[in-house]
Each structure stands twice: as structure tokens, then as C-alpha cells.
């Protein structure tokens, strides 16, 4: 079969399951070039294990996982990154004693493949560091490149999830409710940047603030109990019964 | 785009700033040729020093930079020094290559080790490293005929340097040649922490789970910088056999792989210099400490231990490095 060149990512089947428990059930998912598809679903709904699913931090029981038309499925996370898979994590999963600018520097340093040499000194790669602040200044972190991680105002940090992600020059873009914890006000502009991001990046984000989500993407995939309960764009997601059901039950039980 | 780029040299002077010597590290290597002049009389505890602080950044290099914790380092530490023993023993009693081969074995020990390490963490990995360092001690032991078993190897003879300095009684050939092979494993180790691998051993310190997340083969990195640690490590093994002659079991023993992780606690990890401002402590506190109580001196390294974790848990040296940023 001739892969879709339009299409970047696909998943055919994906199954999980924990016990009896069948955290991700038959889930099959195109992510065409460019996108800015958003996951969404109640808690529990297998998310987040789908992202580990695809990223390779977990391994599925069966199913398939195709990166511009080659089979990764079997392929470790480390190599799905270097072939343009990354993803961000919904808790911060950062350096905290390193700063942004070693942070940045050191993912730039592992996909150019040059991580492992210690007889050349960090500073004689000017490039990957020339790279990774232009990475930071891009978010808005230039101002505390040299600030250790760990005394970074959250929004910062959350931004630097993105960077880190960014520096592994991805083709596609999993981010894991990247402006989980941030205020109202500073979301907007965190999904702004996630907006502004070039063309040639796929994204799909995981996130529960429906005023986010409607303003940001251009298609909708709902999980519910594991399983894909519609695929639509944003007008129809909006105006499904099933849709409403699941959220209006959920605000109902919680 | 003018701007970006001065911005950017900023972040890069920041970066160049970090390597750079600085005058406490002058002083104390100008320091270190005192005992010549001062305590010669000291000059045989002054080379232990200097091979115990060698021991030390290898362990270092491992647990301070990589987070891979230890407690039987003494493994290759004891590889080292039977290597450059029996390397002499069999007639070859040139120093210096004695000591590269010895390096070199226990490089390779560490190398094929190092597949094991990096596939567990936390206490399986303190229990793998603590079974190692025993089994080693009794493959020793029970491996008499090569080892010496429990007498260890005497009568090791090593020519003069260069085929001009002699190993003295008075310890001044043994010091320099310590104090020389101890500047170059610190020039290198320095190197090395601050090259693109030392800032990924840091990124596997600080979050493991990230390292896969941008792309890193980390257990890579991981088997290298122990095959590495456990080169050095060898090197400071080799240096204690040609400096007294003898190898003995206690080179393999638990309580050099417990010792050295307490020098290093003491000093400070991840920073190299505390490696060796703990083994001048522990090494001097021995010293004078088993002399006034040969016992129980092991109570008080006990106490300042717990003192140093609870007071100042980055070591002394962190206490110290501290205390020159408030007063600039």
C-alpha cells in the first residue's frame, strides 16, 4: 500500500490494556501535515496512555504506529525522536539544576549526535548553542537562559517543556496538556505560541479547557473509555449528542 | 538579528565562564608542592592522598555527574592494582606503562560491567555494585596462586621513572609521581565535565526520564562514562601498588568502595575538587585521629558524616564555594 504523502502520522488499531482493563481500545488515527488536532476526553479516557502509546514510552499490545509512511511500531522512543516524534509531558519533565540555555543546548547537542563527546568542550559547539537560544528567544525565555530551571516561574517552565521538545526538530508535535496548571490568562498566550509554530510541525495536544481547545483546533478527536467516539471538526464536535453527554455527565457525577 | 546575536554570546560567555580556571583551583595546585618543603616527613601519606582523591573523582564522575550510585568501586580499584603488580612481578617494572595497561584492564572489566549497570537503578543497582565488589574480593581470595590470597603480592619492583627517579624511602618520587598522574586525571576529568557529554551525564542526573524524550541513547552515554570511571579508578589502584610495592586483598575491599563514597559525601559531589578536599579530610583524619585512638577512630568520621549530610548536604566544598559567592 502507497503511504499517503499528506498524511504524517497514523495509528492503525492500538490496543492496551492493563489487566482486564482496556485502556486504549482500537484507537486508529491520522494526523495529516500541518495539523492542529486536539485530543480531548474525560479524565481516565486513555489520553495520556495513547501519547505513551505512540511516543514508544509505552509499549501497545497490538496495532501499528506508521511516521511518515514507515512503521515505528517496533522502533525505541529514543529513535522515534530522532525520526521527528517528540512529545512534551503534562508534568514538568525538565532539568531543574540545569539552565535553559544547557537544557536547550543538550537536546540540540543529541540530535545532532554529538552528546557523546568528551573530548571536545560544550562551548566549541557554538552552532547548537547559537540554535538553542534562538529556540528560547523564540518563547520568550531569552531573558532567563542562564537562570537555573528550578527558579523559573511555572509559566517559564512550561514553556521550556516546549523548547526541549522544539530542539529535537520534530515533524510531529504530541503535546500532553501543555498549559496544564497555568492561569487562564497565560494559556492563551502559551497556546498563541503553540499557534505560531511553523507550518511543517504536526501537533496534536491533549486539553480540558474547551474555550482552548475550540479557539485552537482545526480538527477534534474524542476518547472516551479508551476508544475514539467521534473524529470531527470542532462545529460538529460541538453540537454531538454523544459529546455533550459524555462531558454533561461527567460535570453531573463530579 | 544583531540583537539576537549579542544576546546569544551572552548565554555563550555564561557558558565559557563556567570552564574557566579559577584562582582558588591555581592556589591549591600551587599548594599541593608544599609538603615537599614543609611536611617531609609526610611525603608517604601525602601520596595516598593524592591516590585516594583519584579514586574519589572516578567515583565522582559516575555517581556525582550520572547519578549512578556505587558501593563497589574498590572492584576496579583492586583490578588496577593486581594488574600493575603482576605486570612487575612477570619482569616488567616500567611505571608508566604499567600503569596505562592496568588502566586499560580495568577500562575493559568496567566496559563489559558497565552492560549490567545501566539496565538497573536505585537500590538494585547499590545491591549489584555491593555483589560485584564482594565477588571480586573472593575470586581474589580463593585465587591464591595469581593473587597471593590473603598475603597479598609482595616484592613488587618498579624501575625509576623515566629510568631516573627512583622510588625513594622517603616518599618524594612516590608523591610527585601521584601528585603528577592525579593533575592530569583532574585536567582530563575537567575536560570532560564540561564537553557536550558532562552536560548529558547532568541531563541524566537531573531527569532520566527526559533523556529518551529529546532523543538521547542515555544508557550509551551511561556505559561509556562508566568504562571511563572504572579506567581511572584502575589508574589509582595501580599507583597505590607501584608506590608501596605491594598489592593487597583490602584493594578490593568493601570498605575502600564505602570509603570513598564517604570521602566524597564529605567534599561534595559533582564538582571534582570535592573528591579530592575529601580525601585530604578523611585521609588526614585517619592520620591523626588512629593515632591518638586506633579503634575507634572510625567513630568521629562517623559523626562529621552525619554533621556534613545534615549541615551542608553539597559537602564542604559546597559549604565553601557558598560562602565565596555571598562575600563577592
Not at chain 2, 42 to 53: D, K
Not at chain 2, 139 to 158: K, P, S, Y
Not at chain 2, 206 to 224: C, D, T, V
Request: charged fraction near 15%; hydrophobic fraction near 50%.
Amino acid at each position: 500500500m502507497m503511504p499517503d504523502p499528506a498524511i504524517v502520522l497514523r495509528t492503525e488499531a492500538l490496543y492496551k490494556r492493563f489487566g482486564s482493563l482496556e485502556v486504549v481500545r482500537d484507537v486508529s488515527l491520522e494526523l495529516p501535515r500541518g495539523a492542529r488536532h486536539a485530543l480531548i476526553g474525560p479524565n481516565g479516557a486513555g489520553k495520556t496512555t495513547l501519547v505513551n502509546l505512540i511516543t514508544g514510552q509505552e509499549k501497545g499490545d497490538s496495532g501499528r504506529i506508521h511516521l511518515d509512511g514507515a512503521d515505528i511500531t517496533e522502533v525505541p522512543q529514543a529513535a522515534r525522536v530522532r525520526h521527528g516524534l517528540t512529545r512534551t509531558f503534562q508534568i514538568n519533565t525538565l532539568f531543574p539544576a540545569l539552565t535553559p540555555i544547557e537544557s536547550v543546548t543538550l537536546a540540540v547537542c543529541e540530535r545532532e549526535r554529538v552528546a557523546g563527546q568528551f573530548w571536545r568542550s560544550l562551548v566549541a559547539h557554538r552552532r547548537a548553542i547559537d540554535e538553542a537560544f534562538e529556540i528560547l528567544q523564540s518563547l520568550g525565555l531569552a531573558e532567563v537562559a542562564t537562570r537555573r530551571t528550578r527558579t523559573l516561574p511555572y509559566g517559564q517552565q512550561r514553556l521550556l517543556e516546549i523548547a526541549l521538545a522544539l530542539a529535537t526538530r520534530p515533524k510531529v508535535l504530541l503535546l500532553d496538556e501543555p498549559a496544564a496548571g497555568v492561569p487562564k490568562n497565560e494559556s492563551m498566550l502559551l497556546f498563541k505560541v503553540i499557534e505560531a509554530l511553523p507550518e511543517d510541525i504536526s501537533v496534536l495536544f491533549i486539553e480540558h479547557d474547551m474555550d482552548l481547545v475550540f479557539s485552537f483546533a482545526s480538527r477534534i478527536v474524542v476518547l472516551v473509555s479508551g476508544g475514539v467516539l467521534i473524529e470531527a471538526p470542532p462545529d460538529v464536535v460541538r453540537n454531538d449528542q454523544r459529546v455533550r453527554e459524555v462531558y454533561l455527565g461527567q460535570a453531573r457525577h463530579g | 538579528m544583531t540583537d539576537a546575536t549579542a544576546a546569544s554570546s551572552e548565554s555563550f560567555r555564561w557558558l565559557q565562564r563556567r570552564r574557566r580556571f579559577s584562582v582558588y583551583e591555581i592556589a591549591f595546585w600551587l599548594a599541593t608542592v608544599v609538603p615537599f618543603f614543609v611536611f617531609p616527613t609526610y611525603l608517604t601519606l601525602a601520596s595516598q592522598i593524592a591516590i585516594a582523591a583519584l579514586f574519589a573523582i572516578s567515583v565522582d564522575l559516575i555517581l556525582g555527574y550520572a547519578g549512578i550510585i556505587t558501593l563497589g568501586h574498590a572492584m576496579l580499584f583492586g583490578i588496577g592494582a593486581y594488574t600493575a603488580g603482576l605486570i612487575s612481578k612477570a619482569g616488567w617494572g616500567e611505571p608508566l606503562t604499567g600503569l596505562l595497561l592496568a588502566g586499560g584492564f580495568a577500562g575493559l572489566v568496567g566496559f563489559v560491567v558497565s552492560f549490567i549497570i545501566v539496565r538497573v537503578r536505585h537500590l538494585a543497582l547499590i545491591m549489584i555494585t555491593l555483589g560485584l565488589g564482594l565477588l571480586s574480593y573472593e575470586l581474589a581470595n580463593a585465587m591464591e596462586w595469581l593473587t597471593g590470597g590473603t598475603d597479598g603480592l609482595q616484592g613488587v619492583d618498579i624501575w625509576p621513572i623515566f629510568g631516573t627517579f627512583k622510588f625513594d624511602l622517603w616518599g618524594y618520587t612516590a608523591y610527585g609521581y601521584a601528585l603528577i598522574v592525579l593533575f592530569i586525571g583532574l585536567l582530563l576529568s575537567r575536560k570532560l565535565v564540561h564537553s557536550a557529554f558532562g552536560l548529558s551525564l547532568r541531563g541524566i542526573r537531573e531527569n532520566l526520564k527526559r533523556m529518551p524524550a529529546i532523543g538521547s541513547n542515555y544508557r550509551g552515554h551511561l556505559q561509556k562514562i562508566y568504562t571511563i570511571s572504572a579506567a581511572m579508578a584502575g589508574v589509582a589502584g595501580a599507583l597505590l601498588a607501584q608506590t608501596t610495592s605491594t598489592v593487597s586483598l583490602d584493594t578490593l575491599s568493601f570498605q575502600r568502595s564505602a570509603d570513598v563514597v564517604v570521602m566524597l559525601i564529605l567534599g561534595g559531589t559533582g564538582r571534582l575538587y570535592g573528591a579530592i578536599v575529601g580525601a585530604i579530610i578523611f585521609m588526614v583524619a585517619r592520620d591523626q585521629l588512629a593515632d591518638m585512638n586506633p579503634q575507634y577512630w572510625y567513630f568521629w568520621i562517623g559523626l562529621l558524616l552525619m554533621f556534613v549530610v545534615l549541615v551542608t548536604p553539597d559537602g564542604i566544598l559546597g559549604a565553601l564555594s557558598r560562602l565565596a559567592r555571598i562575600r563577592e
